[in-house]
C-alpha cells in the first residue's frame, strides 16, 4: 500500500536591504526557513554566489538530507539483518557545476564510518549501504549519483 507523505514549510526572504533587487549588490541572498513547532533556520546563498558563509546554503542542505536519509535507511536495514551499529558518522561531499546562470550537482560522495559491535558481520554491514541506497527516500528522489565510500570498524 502507498502512502502519500506532505511536508510543509515556508521560505522568506529577508535580505531586501532597502531598494529590494535594484542591482545585483543591493540584496542579500538571507532568508528564513519556518517549519511549524521546530527552530528556525537561517539560510544564504553559498558565499561564491554573494551568500552568507555562516548561514546554511540549499546546497549544503542538500548534502546533508542526503546523508541523514542514508544514514537512517542504514540503521534500519542494520535493525532488520541483526547487526547493532553503535556509532555512525558521515562527512558528505558533493559536486556541483555551475553552467551560465544555473548549475547542477554531478555527483554526492557519502563517507559513513561505521562501528558495530560484532567482527563477523563486517561485510555485511558494508553491503548493506547499497540496500540503504536503494531505500533512501532522498537518493530515489536526485538524478545524480550518490554514492559510498565506506568504513566499518568494531567497537
Sequence with gaps: MNLQHNYKLTVKW????????????AYDRNHIILIEGKPTLEGSADPTFHGDKTKHNPEDLLVASLSACHMMSYLHVCV???ITVVDYEDNATGTMITEGDGGR???VVLHPVVTIT???????ANELHKKANELCFIANSVNFPVRHEVICVVG
Design 14 to 25: 529577508t535580505g531586501n536591504k532597502g531598494t529590494g533587487t535594484s542591482s545585483y549588490r
Design 105 to 107: 550537482f554531478t555527483e
Design 118 to 124: 560484532d567482527a563477523s558481520q563486517i561485510d555485511l
Design 80 to 82: 532488520k539483518a541483526g
